[in-house]
């Protein structure tokens, strides 16, 4: 079993998370009260709906792990999952993202917030350096 697949055993045990199709069509979700909030999208990566301004809180951070990739505009994260830490920083995003969304006031006017699934522009780890 792959690093993803582990951690997505662990996390739908968790209360707060449902598992469901994600939007975007591709691998598995999970799903908060509010939002599509994980998308599984293959054995080796995640992403993380952990919302604009945890992103932009933490943004210093995300950009120095190279288990975390940055796409310009998103509201979400790619975890790269190789290992029993990713799956710890992955478990540890998972918390903030549900707190960010817990507080997101969600509106009619709320829109779609597609993942990173087949976004091109990425930025690494390197390219911040």
Known sequence: MTAAWHALNRLTTWPDLTEVRPSCGTGRALRSTRAEIAHFHSGRSVD??????????????????????????????TVRMECEADIGLLMTLMSAALKAHHTWPVTAETPTVRCNDRREAALSHRAHL
């Open 48 to 77: 993380l709906h952990l919302t604009a301004g945890t992103i932009r809180r933490f943004e210093h951070d995300l950009g120095h792990s190279t288990a975390i990739r940055l796409v310009p505009g998103s509201h979400w994260v």
